[in-house]
């Protein structure tokens, strides 16, 4: 069978009645409700580094989790074993090149899958813009 379609296409299945017009401004505001990315929320800080004076950053997303997460931990700090996160080492690695010190510990763990891993230690006082630790 030439030019016969073996399977109906999309517009053939949801809406027989619409012209080809109506099906394309549906499918085009279909594309941007679905295509439009919400734009990160920034959050500052003020940094108030061990040495020099402070300076203040601009953090969203993960980032703004990981400096959460090592501000609510203190000196304790935090693994990634007890904060899971697919890229820990990342979020520091940012936050350093931010300025932003941060030490980590290497410590031995157990279990059924011994081996080491870090533990971030927040080394500068930071403060969220607005209040706040």
């Known amino acids: 069978m030439r030019g016969a379609k073996a399977t109906p296409n999309r517009h053939d299945i949801f809406d027989v009645t619409a012209s080809g017009r109506d099906m394309r401004q549906r499918d ?7 295509t439009r990315r919400k734009r990160p929320s920034l959050q500052g800080f003020t940094v108030y580094p061990n040495e020099g004076d402070s300076f203040d ?22 693994t990634p074993l007890h904060n899971p996160a697919p890229r820990w080492s990342h979020y520091v690695h940012v936050l350093r090149q ?5 030490e980590t ?3 031995p ?3 059924d ?21």
């Open 98 to 102: 931010m300025g932003v010190e941060i």
């Open 57 to 78: 950053i601009l953090t969203s997303g993960r980032i703004t989790w990981a400096l959460d997460r090592l501000l609510w931990a203190g000196l304790d700090g935090c």
């Open 113 to 133: 899958y011994p081996g080491h891993h870090g533990r971030y230690v927040l080394r500068s006082r930071v403060v969220r813009e607005g209040g706040g630790a």
């Open 28 to 34: 085009a505001a279909h594309d941007r409700k679905h």
């Open 105 to 107: 510990i290497h410590e």
């Open 109 to 111: 763990h157990g279990g």
